[in-house]
């Protein structure tokens, strides 16, 4: 609480980890619960590795992944972590980065002017080619697909297609060299940008929540490297067994091995 308390800006690192201790879990019982047919006619065995699965047809595949986006994106996780955070941070000058792309800050109230989801969003697609940079809205025809779909497909009639060339439609989520980084995406990267330019010296903590190893390079190294540079910031990192820092950085570093909501629930009572 100290660091967050003497601290002029708060810059947040999320990771997965985060919406886990929220409760979207992947797996287990809540998979099974939004996803047990699939796992019995496929042999999926979590969200995860069923966003990967060869599906035959688009009716299946788009079913998957209206669900999928269903219960992940429009949604509000079970547990209030993503409350708490924002609670202990509203009074201060932050900015939320984020791998997530289950859209969780802007349902718990964050601004969205201070939030850039650099992997995407369950959100949005875009055109499978892709033909054109631009993302679509979807939520509205998510609800239609979940609702009419039957034995695991959706109508024909619902399959999305680019308005442009006809192609389908596909999620917009950094999987490989066809992401869509749309004016959106553009627009958030400034905001970021800008801050980190305005918060460069003084009281700066680096809140790193839930963050793998899977993409170092895009919250972990760069947290890491702004500390050094900085003799007045502080590193922090919440993850439940995978909470470590450089060893150069250990004199301004606090790293706690934990469930992210219990941690900020201890914070948020010592407030």
Known sequence: MKA?????????????????????????????????????????????????????????????????????????????????????????????????????????????????????????????????QATYANEAIVHRMVKEQKDRKIPSELIPRCPKCGAPMTMNLRCDDTFVQDEGWYRAAGWYRDFLGRHQTGAVLYLELGVGNNTPGIIKVPFWQMTARNPKSVYASINLGQSYAPAELSRRSLCIDGDIGTVLQRCLAAT
């Open 4 to 132: 967050l308390d003497e601290a002029d800006a708060v810059v947040i690192g999320a990771g997965a980890g985060l919406s886990t201790s929220a409760g979207l879990a992947y797996d287990g019982a809540r998979f099974q619960k939004y996803f047990g047919d699939f796992s019995r006619a496929y042999g999926i065995q979590d969200m995860y590795s069923g966003g990967f699965y060869p599906f035959e047809t688009l009716e299946e595949y788009w079913a998957w992944w209206s669900r999928h986006i269903m219960v992940n994106r429009y949604v509000k996780a079970p547990k209030p972590v993503y409350e708490g955070l924002l609670t202990l941070v509203q009074n201060k000058e932050y900015f939320v980065l984020t791998t997530n792309v289950d859209h969780q800050f802007q349902l718990a109230g964050f601004d969205k002017t201070r939030l850039f989801y650099t992997q995407g969003d369950y959100g949005l697609w875009q055109c499978g080619k892709p033909c054109h």
